[in-house]
């Protein structure tokens, strides 16, 4: 069955940077759209980016446009969220999530959080 582990979460002062894994078993990465969600205590869980499995092709919220790149190792079955400037409204427990090229793209399933997959998630905070 398919399994998504994100780890790498952690405290952080602003202005820093972390990075998060995702690990997936179960599916080959080049048939899913990978993507990194979150949710702040208290908000609507909310697409952060995402990648494509076909072509590559990523999506970024508004809100981290600039800071964050999401990137994915097939050899490792693994994506990456790469996370600077670090914000203390970045602050939110980190998903990895996983749904068929077949029935979505990076945009429509970062903009309409609609996947299958979701991994236990991971706490990112940022504070001085």
């Known amino acids: 069955q398919v399994q998504l582990v994100e780890s790498g979460g952690g405290l952080v002062q602003p202005g820093g940077s972390l990075r998060l894994s995702c690990a997936a078993s179960?599916?080959?990465?080049?048939?899913?759209?990978i993507g990194w969600f979150r949710q702040a205590p208290g908000k609507m869980r909310e697409g952060a980016s995402c990648?494509?499995?076909?072509?590559?092709?990523?999506y970024y919220a508004d809100s981290v446009k600039g800071r964050f790149t999401i990137s994915r190792d097939n050899a490792k079955n693994t994506v990456y969220l790469q996370m600077n400037s670090l914000k203390p409204e970045d602050t939110a427990v980190y998903y990895c999530?996983?749904?068929?090229?077949?029935?979505?793209?990076?945009?429509?399933?970062?903009?309409?959080?609609?996947?299958?997959?979701w991994g236990q998630g991971t706490q990112v905070s940022v504070s001085s």
């Open positions: 999530a996983a749904l068929e090229i077949l029935i979505t793209t990076a945009h429509d399933m970062c903009v309409e959080v609609d996947t299958r997959f």
């Open positions: 179960g599916l080959i990465l080049d048939d899913y759209v």
């Open positions: 990648i494509s499995g076909e072509d590559g092709s990523t």
